[in-house]
């Protein structure tokens, strides 16, 4: 993996902060023994979030968000999917960064992760630790020791904390997407879609080319979207006046599957019918959907397509798509 040149940014600078009890704390090597309270220690969480948010806009593109008294900091890493976040534990003596996935392509995007492990791991200081839950559920983190409390020693964790956030942001970007900057609207074709989706995604080229092939290919037609943000297409079937699409491609990386509008269609309205869709869908290699998304627009990243053996089994479910439309 190609690890992202910075310049070295500034130091960071610390805000004394501020006891409950209406005292400044002095920095020293141990607040602890200065008597700080359990009450404190919100304060104290405040008062780290806000000088890390300060040394963060300063030094690094990952957005923080507002400081609070929690023991976590959300971040914006224009990532498709996903979440980041910062913790810092007191009781543990800890901080970390989590990547955490809790939405219904949960499954699909955890699975295609683990099988780039060695690739989204190679990028960071120590191995994170990847935690397999339950329920759309999982987690990777990594972390080291850290001290609420150790005044002097938050702009070492400040620093800490950025480098592993940048480092989950280029990884990730390479693997589930990367949201593009926002634009002016306009009516995007094949050259423009193309080189936003190589800019910013190149990674998804491959299997976006196979899929606008495809649809060039079977007679279908391409409706380009119009979006300020994502430049998108869709290989619509039309029949009967209604234009049947159930993909739609994206420049952050991402395939939508378009389960909501087809449940307004003549073919696809009963349920059973998208589950159908849904179940060939999820025998594509990673693909792991709860039912619920067949009233959804659930998305997944492009590059869960980009090996021949998966994206061959996503055109076989197109083949049937159009044939199923075409026949009814």
């Known amino acids: ?33 200065q008597g700080v ?12 979030w806000r000088s890390f948010k300060h040394y963060m806009e300063d030094s690094s593109s990952v957005r923080c968000a507002r400081a609070t008294t929690d023991g976590w900091m959300w971040h914006n890493a224009d990532l498709t999917t996903g979440n980041l976040l910062s913790m810092i534990r007191v009781r543990l003596g800890e901080i970390s960064v989590k990547y955490t996935l809790n939405d219904a392509d949960a499954d699909t995007v955890f699975s295609f992760l683990r099988a780039h492990r060695q690739e989204a791991d190679a990028g960071f200081e120590q191995a994170p630790t990847w935690r397999p839950g339950g329920a759309n559920s999982h987690v990777v983190e990594i972390r080291r020791p850290g001290d609420l409390l150790d005044f002097e020693a938050w702009p070492g964790q400040f620093g800490w904390l950025r480098r592993q956030l940048e480092t989950f942001q280029l990884a990730l970007w390479s693997l589930v997407g990367r949201v593009p900057p926002g634009g002016e609207r306009r009516h995007w074709d094949q050259e423009s879609f ?78 059973a019918r998208r589950l159908d869709a849904l179940e060939r869908l999820n025998r594509v290699r ?33 083949d049937w798509f159009r044939d199923t439309v075409k026949s009814s």
């Open 194 to 271: 193309l080189r936003e989706l190589c800019t910013w995604n190149p990674a998804s080229l491959g299997p976006a080319n196979a899929i606008l092939d495809w649809a060039l290919a079977h007679g279908a037609i391409v409706s380009w979207g119009s979006g300020r943000q994502c430049g998108s297409f869709s290989p619509t079937i039309p029949n009967r006046g209604f234009p049947y699409q159930l993909v739609s491609i994206r420049t952050d990386g991402t395939v939508v599957l378009l389960f909501r509008q087809l449940s307004n269609s003549p073919v696809f309205h009963e349920t």
């Open 37 to 48: 309270g359990a009450a404190s220690v919100p304060q104290l969480r405040r008062d780290f």
């Open 1 to 33: 993996m190609i690890k992202r040149q910075m310049a070295s940014p500034p130091a960071p600078v610390v805000r004394a902060p501020v006891d409950v009890r209406g005292g400044s704390v002095q920095g020293s090597s141990s607040l602890q023994a």
């Open 286 to 318: 990673y693909f792991a959907l709860p039912d619920t998304v067949v009233d959804l627009r659930p998305s997944v990243p492009l590059n869960v397509l980009a090996d021949d053996r998966s994206c061959t089994q996503f055109l076989h479910v197109l």
